[in-house]
């Protein structure tokens, strides 16, 4: 059996049958307790694969005032413009995230990259470093342990993260999460990057 293609139209039927079984219904607290303490309201923040935009949401609740989100799936950028209509704050982009090519102060990192091939993850870990600002955070969450089935979401190891990571980011920290949801309880690293500087 051939493996399923991960492009816009596979994203815009998960998204429009419901089939969103990622979606926790909110934004996710270890990310929030983060970026409570982040000083920089202004500071321009990225989501890619921006699902369902509970992180949008709690970001603006928080201050923050530069909002990008990007999804492939029509379907779900939609559904976030219709919700954000008017909000000078928030910018919404149907696209790929490996063709943007502006720079962020913050970028989230929610159950992306558990979705994209595991063979782009070399270059995604290069592309967030180029869409790093000089200053700028990654921060997020990542399955701490491989999955029996096909994915998508597709899990790993600390290990293997560790590696890949630290070609092209400095790895501030990546540890087990401590405020997962419930059904993740044990089963994510919270780590925090920061751009690899030049030597």
């Not at 995604?124 to 701490?144: P, R």
């Not at 309880?185 to 030597?199: A, D, I, R």
């Amino acid at each position: 059996m051939e493996p399923q293609k991960l492009d816009a139209e596979y994203w815009n039927v998960r998204h429009s049958s419901g089939d969103t079984p990622w979606d926790i219904g909110k934004a996710s607290p270890a990310l929030q307790a983060w970026y409570r303490t982040y000083p920089n309201k202004t500071a321009r923040v990225l989501i890619p694969g921006a699902g369902h935009a509970h992180e949008v949401v709690s970001l603006l609740n928080e201050g923050f005032s530069d909002i990008t989100v990007c999804d492939i799936s029509r379907n779900a950028v939609e559904k976030i413009r219709n919700q954000f209509a008017g909000d000078q704050r928030v910018t919404v982009l149907l696209c790929d995230f490996f063709e943007l090519r502006d720079q962020y102060d913050l970028i989230l990192e929610q159950t992306f990259f558990c979705a994209i091939d595991p063979e782009l993850r070399a270059k995604y870990v290069q592309k967030m470093g180029e869409l790093l600002s000089d200053s700028g955070v990654i921060v997020g969450l990542l399955f701490a342990s491989p999955f029996e089935k096909a994915g998508p979401p597709f899990g790993g190891s600390k290990g293997e993260y560790m590696s890949l990571f630290s070609k092209n980011l400095h790895i501030v920290r990546m540890d087990m999460c401590e405020n997962s949801i419930p059904q993740r309880q044990g089963n994510e690293l919270f780590f925090v990057c920061e751009k690899q500087k030049s030597s």
